[in-house]
């Protein structure tokens, strides 16, 4: 299996702007994460999915953060319009819910706003 | 909520010795707990996984215990080596796989050659 895959690796996009990051899964996991990693705050959890319905979303910092999962096999983060603050490293990850849960992390997008 | 403290923040130490990086969280209700290692500017390796049965787990030059009554666990690095800096994150999992995991800081860690 290739692993998680994300898309784009890096972003550049000016404040306003709207920005979309994309995630495949492993195929067979039933779970799906969005994170977000800057110095400050660590790792933080922004949402995630069970069997494509979002369960929590109440780490996504505002209004101006979107995600949706269509089908088992995609994701996007939508943001819009971008603040520079957003400016950070998210990673995507996804797990097998009635295994060992074991969440296997994408190779992230690093996101700047200026 | 759960909070994880790892200690300590960031270490050096010289290449061959052996080391202890500590995990502490507050809510022991967890299925299991992960151990990642970053390199970076790169994503998260899991390194070992502890179910909430289990007291500790290998993997190679790595073992991971857990103590989940007292909301600790630790990763033992033997005979480590320059490729072993990182830095090493601890995620305890409260949902089985089907919650959010909750990260530590993380312990830098640099090994001298």
């Known amino acids: 299996d290739a692993g998680v895959i994300q898309s784009p690796r890096h972003e550049v996009t000016e404040m306003g702007q709207e920005v979309t990051l994309r995630c495949k899964p492993i195929?067979?996991?039933?779970?799906l994460f969005w994170y977000r990693q800057t110095m400050m705050r660590g790792l933080e959890l922004l949402i995630y999915?069970?069997?494509?319905?979002?369960?929590?979303d109440s780490g996504m910092p505002e209004d101006r953060f979107s995600a949706k999962m269509p089908n088992a096999s995609f994701s996007t983060l939508k943001i819009q319009p971008s603040e520079p603050r957003d400016s950070a490293v998210y990673f995507c990850a996804s797990s097998f819910r009635s295994g060992l849960g074991e969440q296997y992390f994408g190779p992230g997008t690093r996101l700047t706003v200026t | 909520k759960q909070e994880v403290t790892q200690i300590p923040a960031a270490l050096s130490v010289p290449e061959g010795e052996n080391l202890v990086l500590n995990c502490s969280f507050t809510?022991?209700?967890?299925?299991?707990l992960q151990w990642f290692r970053q390199d970076p500017g790169k994503g998260l390796t899991s390194l070992l996984l502890?179910?909430?049965?289990?007291r500790e787990q290998t993997s190679g030059r790595l073992n991971a215990s857990l103590d989940k009554s007292s909301g600790r666990s630790t990763l033992y690095i033997a005979a480590s080596q320059p490729g072993d800096s990182a830095t090493y994150l601890c995620?305890?999992?409260?949902?089985?796989?089907?919650?959010?995991?909750?990260f530590g800081k993380g312990t830098h860690l640099i090994i001298q050659p």
């Open positions: 999915f069970n069997n494509n319905v979002p369960i929590d």
């Open positions: 502890i179910q909430s049965s289990q």
């Open positions: 195929s067979g996991h039933n779970s």
């Open positions: 809510d022991s209700a967890i299925y299991n």
């Open positions: 995620a305890p999992d409260s949902g089985g796989g089907a919650d959010g995991l909750t």
